[in-house]
């Protein structure tokens, strides 16, 4: 966790528990029964500190989670890396021994038709 984030969470800690509610411009804890902060004049302003309580917790927890996704996902692409860095080597030796096939067919089928050729040269027995 960076400093900012630790620092944060620090201040989240020791502010009062929440959840909080605003009423009137008026910071108040959601049982009602503490105020948290005195009148704030414009709503808006109020509604977003009220919402802070239960929001920056929030989002630290959304931090933390998405950071050990980050790590998990970053390990796996590691991982898949190194697969197919392997599946790459078992291809080019696959395409390499099917070259080496490939030429002794070539070989093979030369050396038949080689045969081929020799029987239709001879003459046929004449059989009476």
């Known amino acids: 966790m960076t400093e900012r984030l630790a620092q944060i969470r620090q201040r989240c800690e020791a ?6 509610v605003e009423e009137d411009g008026f910071i108040l804890t959601a049982a009602g029964q503490r105020m948290v902060a005195d009148f704030v004049p414009f709503s808006a302003n109020s509604e ?11 989002l630290l927890a959304e931090i933390e989670r998405l950071r050990a996704e980050v790590a998990r ?6 991982a898949l890396r190194a697969e197919c860095s392997d599946l790459w080597e ?12 490939d030429g002794i067919c070539l070989e093979g089928a030369q050396g038949a038709w080689e045969i081929l050729q020799g029987a239709l040269d001879e003459e046929p027995n004449n059989a009476s």
């Open 15 to 20: 502010a009062t528990p929440g959840p909080w």
């Open 48 to 58: 977003f500190m009220a919402a802070a309580r239960d929001d920056v917790p929030y």
């Open 73 to 78: 996902l970053e390990a796996k692409s590691k």
């Open 90 to 101: 078992v291809i080019e030796r696959t395409k390499d021994a099917l070259r080496d096939y």
